[in-house]
């Protein structure tokens, strides 16, 4: 799933996460951040990880460049670990 814009699943994802007043999730393998983007764009707050250094210095240059850093936050994260989290809640996961 590659792209500039928002992919289809994240589209309809964030009708799921309208409809249930969903405003914190966790994104796993977040890559470049377009769908981070949107999602924080419709004022939901990202927890975004990914396993690139790469990746999550894009996600965050992107955020600070469209006034979005408050609600993502980009780690770098191996899926192979224990998740980085003690007691984060999140109210879904992308």
Same mark, same amino acid.
């Given at each position: 799933?590659? /792209? $500039?814009?928002p992919?289809f699943?994240?589209?309809?994802?964030i009708k799921? %996460?309208?409809?249930?007043? +969903?405003t914190?999730i966790i994104? $796993? /393998?977040?890559g470049l951040?377009?769908?981070?983007i @949107?999602f924080? &764009?419709?004022?939901? #707050?990202v *927890?975004?990880?990914d396993?690139s250094?790469f990746? +999550?210095?894009?996600i965050?240059?992107?955020?600070?460049e $469209?006034? $979005?850093s408050? %609600? +993502?936050?980009?780690?770098l #994260?191996d899926?192979r *670990?224990?998740l980085? @989290?003690?007691? *984060?809640? @999140? &109210?879904?996961? %992308?």
């Open positions: 799933m590659f /792209g $500039l814009g992919s699943p994240a589209k309809k994802a799921t %996460f309208k409809e249930n007043n +969903i914190k994104e $796993l /393998g977040a951040g377009r769908d981070t @949107f924080a &764009q419709n004022s939901i #707050y *927890e975004a990880l396993y250094t990746a +999550i210095n894009k965050n240059q992107k955020a600070k $469209l006034n $979005l408050k %609600f +993502i936050k980009a780690s #994260y899926v *670990e224990k980085p @989290f003690d007691n *984060e809640q @999140f &109210q879904g996961c %992308f």
